[in-house]
């Protein structure tokens, strides 16, 4: 049934040379039922467009740094346009495992789930997670999940699958989701709005010797708040 659905992989690439070229090898070859693999590149100063390309994905490029949300809002609004039936996202630093986009996906083949979440905390093997990322991502989520009114074990897991129909109900284009409000926003309105979500593990991966995350510890994890903050606050925006 799955090699029966247009699947596309969007990965958002900032500065990935020596990196996203492996996202999308990977891909290609333990996800071969994928249709496209789309790079955005949001104004990198590297290699990441000639790796990205030379590896086989699409690119689309941003003339100007736009933030981490308006990357991935590019590749979903692309998938949209191009008519897929499933879009799947993979971080574009060569965190995530393509052979687990199956998992995310068959949920929604089969069981009518609209949005799949990954999970680092419900993968069935212990992963060797930085302390402090251990913290903050459970803080995180629990954080998360009070507005949310649903448990999520991972909210700030960049791994994820949906169908393409929620870009026509939920609006993310608005400027203040340019960064890494983006995701959780999206998450955060697909559950309040009644969609069926399911998580499912995954494993995340941290090359020794580099870092894990672009994310300025405090402004980061200000932006990636907003969406919650705003929601307990009863601000719309």
């Not at 907003?226 to 009863?234: D, F």
Request: aromatic share 14%; net charge positive.
């Amino acid at each position: 049934m799955i090699d029966e659905k247009k699947v596309i992989v969007v990965a958002a690439a900032y500065n990935e040379e020596g990196k996203i070229g492996n996202v999308v090898t990977k891909t290609k070859k333990r996800a071969p039922f994928v249709d496209e693999v789309v790079v955005v590149n949001d104004c990198s100063s590297d290699n990441t467009v000639k790796e990205a390309k030379a590896a086989g994905a699409t690119v689309l490029s941003h003339e100007k740094n736009m933030g981490a949300g308006a990357a991935y809002r590019t590749g979903y609004y692309y998938g949209l346009e191009k008519g897929y039936d499933i879009i799947a996202e993979l971080a574009g630093d060569d965190q995530d495992d393509p052979a687990f986009i199956k998992r995310a996906i068959e949920p929604i083949l089969n069981d009518g789930y609209d949005y799949i979440q990954g999970s680092r905390y419900l993968y069935e093997k212990k992963l060797d997670l930085p302390k402090f990322r251990h913290v903050t991502t459970r803080l995180f989520s629990v954080f998360f999940s009070i507005p949310a009114g649903k448990w999520i074990t991972d909210a700030s897991n960049g791994f994820r699958a949906f169908k393409p129909h929620l870009l026509k109900k939920i609006n993310l284009h608005k400027k203040w989701l340019n960064e890494y409000e983006m995701e959780p926003y999206f998450l955060l309105e697909v559950i309040r709005r009644g969609y069926k979500v399911k998580e499912v593990g995954v494993p995340k991966y941290w090359p020794e010797g580099k870092s894990y995350s672009k994310m300025a510890p405090f402004k980061g994890w200000w932006s990636i708040s907003k969406p919650m903050i705003y929601c307990l606050l009863g601000i719309r925006k």
